[in-house]
């Protein structure tokens, strides 16, 4: 009897994908040494146990067991294929490479939520407390040490520890294609680089560096003013690539990335269709995040389509009344 391999609430149901290292699986002494049925009950367990919860274990009990490996002849095989799985004090049986896998995958998504509740907070004004999030990031990292103190996701940089805390926001910083309104004013209080002195001076703007000259007519009259440039600014598309660009890199997508995979959904599906499900991202974060968003897109375009082929058969359908009818039904 053992303490149990993964956390109690280690729930990986909405990770569709488990990972298999293939090399270690065929070189291992059950893939050799088993036979067709052995094989197939193994996998047909461990595969099984991805979904489990905790993750990566399974119910010691030899009817579901039988149920779970599909092998009409379980008591044959059900030695063979049982070897390497322990029972943990908690009654279940648990396969450590298995749980090596599952705490990995559930580290990743320990950090996602603390990465998507971080932001929503920050975004609605809230306080978001992690220290529950926190104790169980390092209640998970001490289990996986425990099976594989090599496992790359104890040095990686999401889930080598816990997260710091968010940073404040930076000071906003002006488009660079909208210049200083005014850039002949004196940024200083001691008068350098005021508008009465003759010496040529500089002013930084958002689009470089303006050179200023004392007025032609003397000391203290002005050059005429640059024509302001106008920045012209979409809401609607900084919005969407502000939120979408955040709910991408926080799963770890790089920044370029995650505008070119936003860019072809805009292409694809429209803005406002895009910024929509990028919305509702944000408020419920998905473990998934670029396959969800592809997803809802894609659903959404379709009722769409049905919802204007409605409103077409039924205009269609008014103007093809008889005016007798059509009065009468007004």
Known sequence: MTAPLTPADCDLRDFAFMPVDVRRLLTSETWITGTGDERAAAMSLWLESWHQVPAASLPDNDRM????????????????????????????????????????????????????????????????????????????????????????????????????????????????????????RNPSPDGVGSRSQETETETETGTGTVKNHSGPDGPGVPPPKPAAVKAVVDPVKDELWRLGRGVLEGQGMSRDAAGTFLGKLVKDHGQKRVLDVVREAVRDPKADPKSWLVAACQQRETEGKQSALERRNASVAENWLPPEVRDATV
Request: hydrophobic share 40%.
């Open 65 to 184: 067991l039988a149920h779970l490996s599909q092998c009409p002849t379980w008591k044959k095989v059900r030695e063979f294929v049982l070897r390497g799985w322990v029972k943990a004090d908690d009654g279940r049986l648990y396969h450590p490479v298995v749980a090596e896998k599952a705490l990995e995958a559930w580290l990743e998504k320990l950090a996602q939520r603390i990465s998507g509740a971080e932001g929503n907070a920050k975004r609605w004004g809230m306080v978001f407390d992690r220290g529950a999030m926190e104790a169980a990031m390092h209640d998970a990292r001490q289990r996986l040490v425990a099976i594989n103190p090599q496992s790359r996701a104890l040095s990686r940089k999401r889930t080598a520890g816990l997260p710091k805390a968010s940073p404040p926001d930076p000071k906003p910083i002006a488009p660079r294609s909208h210049p200083d309104p005014d850039p002949t």
